[in-house]
């Protein structure tokens, strides 16, 4: 199987809580319908709406750390964008 061109861009991607992540594209796995991220920051919800259980609006802020890599499910995914190389 070829190695994927996009391994190594930088992505940001939009889970369906409406919260930002931006890392590298570090995988993608068809089979399994994840794409994994490596470096990656959250921004939280930067003003789009997330609904908390009782079904208030509730925002998510940003968070201070990196986590090394994140592993998200393609029905997580509400957007993924892929920023150009400089």
Known sequence: MAQN???????SLISKKNIRYEGLLYSINEADATVALEN??????EGR??????GHVAFVPPQEGVHA???FRGC??????VHESA
Do not use: A
């Open 40 to 45: 990656v920051r959250s921004y939280g919800t």
């Open 69 to 71: 890599y994140l592993l």
């Open 5 to 11: 061109p996009l391994l190594g861009s930088r992505i």
């Open 76 to 81: 997580d995914i509400k957007d993924l964008h």
């Open 49 to 54: 709406e997330k609904l908390d259980p009782s």
